[in-house]
C-alpha cells in the first residue's frame, strides 16, 4: 500500500499533533472568520485516500521469487553493478528457474496422472457420471447409467479405486468359480463409479479458481508495472531528505536514510521481464487452471473434492516458499524496504494544505450518497465475475477436450483408449493437439448408451 505522508491525525482536544492550528477558510481581514473543525478535515483525509486507493501503484511481489527477479537487479544497475547485488540478481534468476522447473513439472505429472497412468487402471474420465442419481430407486437417464452399465443410485456409488476393487473380487469368483455364475452375478454387487455430488464439484471448482484469481491479479499487477514505469534509466536509490535543522531521523540508525522506490528501467530491461518473468507466469497459471480442473472433475468423493481443491493452491505457493527458504536475508530485506510506485503525483498529494484537501475530496461526486447501480456492483465485484467466467471457461474447456454431449446438458465420458507407453513428454503436455499421445487401436471402454 501506497505510504501517504501528507495525513495528518489529531489529538481529542481538535489540535494536530504538528502543532498546527486550524485552517481559516474565510477572509483575512477577520469579519468572516470560520476554523474548519478537524472531522472535517480528518473526513476528507479518508475520502482522499479511497480516491488514490482507487487510483491504485504497481509495486514488486514482497514475498515471492518474482518480486525479488524484478528489483535485484534493478538495484544492481543502479549501483553500478557491485558484486554483492550482482550476486543477489543472479541468484535471484537462478532461483525463478528452480520455480519454473518445479512448477512446470508438478502441474505436468498431474496432468500424465490424468490422461496416461489412469487409463492403464481402466478409469475412464468422469464427465456427468451420476449427475442427478439422488435416491435409490431405479434412476432414468443417461447421466445414471454407470460405466459397468447398471444403474447408479446413491447406496451403489463409489470412487472409482473402491469399484475397481469390487469388480476385481467380482470378476476373481467368476473366474474361480464358473459354476456359480448365477449365484454370484445375484448376490456380489459391485456397484457404480460415479460422483457423490454435483454441486460441490462446481463449488471446489469455483474456489480453486478464487485462488487462482489472486495469482492471476498478480500477473496483472506485473504488466501494469512494466506498462506504468518510465522507460528510462532511473535510480531505484534514493537518500531522504530531511528538512533543515531537524533532527536526523530521530537518532535512528544511518541506513535508514536510504530509500528504495520503484522507478524507470530501460526498455531493454522491461522486455526482458516481459519475455523471462510476465510470459511464464502466464503460462504456468494458464497451465495449473486447465490441469487444476480436470483434476477436480476427476474427484468423485466429497472428501477427496475438498482436500483437492485447497491442495492445488500449493503449486501457486512454490515462488513464495523459494524466496523464503532459499533467498538471502539482503533480498528479503530489500523487498521488505522497496516502495510502491504511486500512480498518482504523490510530491502533489503531499504538499496539499489541508484546505487544499478539504476542497478537492469534499466535492459532491466523491461525498455522494448509495446509488442502486453501486448496490449491484458491491454485491457482484469484478473480481467474483471473473472468477465465474474463469469456472465456467475451463470446465466447459475440460467437457469439450474428455466428454461427448449426449442430450438435456448431460455429458458422457469418451471411450477409453489407453496409451501405448507410459512415456509423457513436454510437448504431449504443451501441444496436446499437435502432438498427441499414441494410443491402442481397440477402446478399452465406451458407455453402454452411446454409440461411436
Known amino acids: 500500500m501506497v505510504s501517504l505522508p501528507w495525513r495528518q491525525t ?8 504538528d502543532g498546527a492550528r486550524f485552517m481559516d477558510l474565510g477572509s483575512s481581514d477577520g469579519e468572516d472568520d470560520c476554523l474548519v473543525h478537524p472531522d472535517k478535515v480528518a473526513k476528507a483525509k479518508v475520502m482522499g485516500l479511497c480516491v488514490l486507493m482507487e487510483k491504485g501503484c504497481c509495486f514488486v511481489e514482497k514475498r515471492s521469487i518474482y518480486g525479488a527477479v524484478i528489483l535485484m537487479p534493478q538495484l544492481a544497475r543502479s549501483m553500478e553493478w557491485p558484486g554483492i547485488l550482482t550476486f543477489e540478481a543472479i541468484r535471484s534468476h537462478v532461483l525463478l528457474a528452480l520455480d519454473l522447473i518445479l512448477q512446470l513439472f508438478i502441474v505436468m505429472m498431474v496432468s500424465k496422472h490424468e490422461n496416461v497412468m489412469n487409463g492403464f487402471s481402466g478409469q475412464m474420465f468422469l464427465c456427468d ?20 452399465g447398471t444403474d447408479i443410485t446413491p447406496g451403489r456409488t463409489y470412487s472409482f479405486d473402491i469399484w475397481n476393487a469390487r469388480q476385481f473380487v467380482k470378476s476373481s469368483l467368476l473366474a474361480v468359480f464358473p459354476g456359480q455364475a448365477d449365484v454370484i452375478n445375484k448376490n456380489v454387487d459391485p456397484g457404480e463409479y460415479a460422483m457423490e455430488s454435483y454441486s460441490c464439484r462446481w463449488l471446489c471448482c469455483l474456489l480453486f479458481m478464487m485462488s487462482m ?26 537518500f531522504k531528505h530531511e528538512d533543515a ?7 535512528s540508525a544511518w541506513y ?39 483434476f477436480l472433475m476427476e474427484s468423485a468423493a466429497i472428501d477427496d473434492l475438498i482436500v483437492n481443491s485447497v491442495a492445488l493452491t500449493f503449486i501457486l505457493t512454490l515462488s513464495e516458499t523459494i524466496c523464503e527458504t532459499l533467498t538471502s536475508e539482503i ?7 522497496c516502495k510502491d510506485f504511486p500512480l498518482f503525483d504523490e510530491k502533489t498529494e503531499q504538499n496539499l494544505t489541508d484546505d487544499e484537501i ?17 448496490f449491484v456492483k458491491s454485491l457482484l465485484p469484478l473480481k467474483m465475475i471473473g472468477v465465474l467466467v474463469l469456472t465456467v471457461l475451463f470446465v466447459l ?15 458422457l465420458p469418451n471411450p477409453l483408449y489407453i496409451a501405448k507407453t507410459s512415456q509423457y513428454s513436454i510437448l504431449n503436455f504443451f501441444f496436446p493437439s499437435w502432438f498427441p499421445l499414441e494410443r491402442e487401436e481397440g477402446a478399452e471402454w465406451m458407455p453402454s448408451n452411446m454409440s461411436y
Open 10 to 17: 489529531y489529538h481529542s482536544s481538535g489540535v494536530p499533533e
Open 129 to 148: 457420471l451420476g449427475a442427478g442419481c439422488t435416491d435409490n430407486t431405479a434412476n432414468s437417464g443417461p447421466a445414471c447409467t454407470g460405466p459397468a
Open 213 to 238: 484469481m489472486q495469482e492471476l491479479q498478480y500477473i496483472v499487477d506485473m504488466a501494469y508495472l512494466v506498462y506504468w514505469v518510465p522507460s528510462a534509466d532511473e535510480s531505484w536509490v534514493h
Open 245 to 251: 535543522g531537524e533532527e536526523q531521523n530521530g537518532g
Open 256 to 294: 535508514d536514510d536510504v530509500e528504495l522506490t520503484i522507478a524507470g528501467m530501460p526498455r531493454k530491461w522491461k522486455i526482458s521481464i516481459i519475455l523471462f518473468v510476465l510470459c511464464p507466469k502466464i503460462l504456468i497459471w494458464q497451465f495449473t487452471c486447465r490441469t487444476g480442473t480436470v
Open 331 to 337: 533480498t528479503h530485506d530489500m523487498l521488505s524496504r
Open 358 to 374: 478539504v476542497q478537492k475530496y469534499t466535492h459532491p461526486e466523491e461525498m455522494r450518497p448509495l446509488t442502486v447501480l453501486d
Open 397 to 411: 474447456d475440460y467437457y469439450r477436450s474428455h466428454c461427448t454431449y449426449h442430450s438435456g446438458l448431460v455429458f
